[in-house]
């Protein structure tokens, strides 16, 4: 992998910052005991939940994360909003109206919160989804970086997702280089399979809510995955592929 190999002391935390529980998430099969536990068994020092257009409310919030003191567990929400689907990191609970992207936005910033537009490429370069639409994507990363609203409401992109494609993740990688935004990655799981391949890594230790948003806010993260060896790397253009190929021992 060369150059692509994480510096062991590069990132001190790395988080899986968008996965999907059951039954929070009704697409989801992943027990939320079961997330934990996985998460930790693939190296990942925390994760953000972050179940659709819902989240628990806080007793039992607290309840579970008392359950494992040893673990960071946040509790984000995955928004779907008229700009897309939305990774909200602070909210408390689904807020009337949020369903706008302009409004979400708004109240994150009551609470000092973040916002990521989640797989914002997603399906548009399939000509299954052109044939549909009967509208085909043929925009450069320059012209979705600067036309596109969506980019100018988020804090940040989610570069790296693990249900999407290499093209669909590396075009997104660019436009967040274009726009100046944070870039993140997530495994956007729904069960136990591939929790972590694809995630967050952050230069500081992450404990806390606070601390993710300290970190998000200041931009001291990357969008990382793990190769065939177990190796974390910096996610970028032909990353996804020379992993695959990485056979040698963890």
């Not at 990774?87 to 609470?111: D, H, K, N, S």
């Not at 370069?125 to 609203?149: I, L, N, W």
């Amino acid at each position: 992998m060369g150059g692509s190999v994480l510096n062991p002391g590069l990132c001190t935390s790395i988080v899986d910052m968008h996965v999907h529980t059951s039954p929070t998430s009704s697409d989801s099969m992943l027990d939320p005991h079961d997330l934990v536990r996985v998460a930790a068994e693939n190296g990942l020092t925390g994760v953000n939940i972050s179940d659709h257009d819902q989240m628990l409310e806080r007793h039992a919030i607290a309840a579970f994360r008392d359950q494992y003191p040893d673990a960071f567990i946040n509790f984000g929400m995955e928004v779907s909003t008229d700009l897309g689907h939305m990774i909200a990191v602070g909210l408390r609970e689904y807020l009337p109206g949020i369903r706008r992207a302009a409004q979400l936005r708004l109240e994150l910033e009551r609470v000092g919160g973040f916002l990521i537009v989640a797989h914002p490429f997603r399906h548009l370069f399939e000509p299954v989804t052109a044939m549909r639409t009967g509208k085909t994507f043929d925009m450069t990363p320059s012209e979705a970086a600067e036309t596109m609203p969506v980019f100018q409401v988020v804090h940040g992109i989610e570069v790296a997702n693990g249900a999407n494609t290499s093209r669909e993740n590396e075009f997104a990688a660019e436009v967040a280089r274009m726009r100046g935004l944070v870039a993140t990655g997530g495994s956007d799981a729904h069960s136990t399979s591939g929790v972590g391949a694809f995630s967050t890594g952050f230069e500081r230790a992450v404990a806390s809510e606070a601390a993710l948003l300290e970190e998000l806010h200041a931009g001291r993260c990357e969008a990382v995955h793990r190769t065939r060896a177990g190796r974390w790397v910096r996610f970028g253009a032909g990353s996804t592929a020379a992993a695959a190929l990485d056979a040698a021992e963890a």
